[in-house]
């Protein structure tokens, strides 16, 4: 029944924006984040929130990057801008029930999207 659906994703040139949504439907969740991953490379935590105030950036994106969430709409969105071609990547949205940060910087998330493609070109 849970189900987390990512859009938003595209291609656009460095510096360009995008912003991206994750839909959560089955249940409500504590915490949700964004992850990415690009080709060769291991998934590393992006961006995370904990119920609606209580966020944290890797700091690759700080600055750049920003996570909310809308409650009403059990929607988590990652505006993402300035970015720049090592942003290059699938990005996957995930959630939990239980909420500590440091589960969310290791990734040990319960629920997963299938991830949305975001290319940043020079």
């Known amino acids: 029944q849970v189900q987390l659906v990512e859009s938003g994703g595209g291609s656009v040139q460095a510096g360009g924006s995008l912003r991206l949504s994750c839909a959560a439907s089955?249940?409500?969740?504590?915490?949700m984040a964004w992850y990415r991953q690009a080709p060769g490379k291991e998934r590393e935590f992006v961006a995370g929130?904990?119920?609606?105030?209580?966020?944290r950036y890797a700091d690759s994106v700080k600055g750049r990057f920003t996570i909310s969430r809308d409650n009403a709409k059990n929607t988590v969105y990652l505006q993402m801008n300035s970015l720049k071609p090592e942003d290059t990547a699938v990005y996957y949205c995930?959630?939990?029930?239980?909420?500590?940060?440091?589960?969310?910087?290791?990734?040990?998330?319960?629920?997963w999207g299938k991830g949305t493609l975001v290319t940043a070109s020079s």
């Open positions: 089955g249940r409500t969740f504590a915490s």
């Open positions: 929130i904990i119920w609606s105030t209580n966020t």
């Open positions: 995930a959630a939990d029930p239980e909420f500590t940060f440091d589960k969310l910087v290791r990734g040990v998330m319960y629920y």
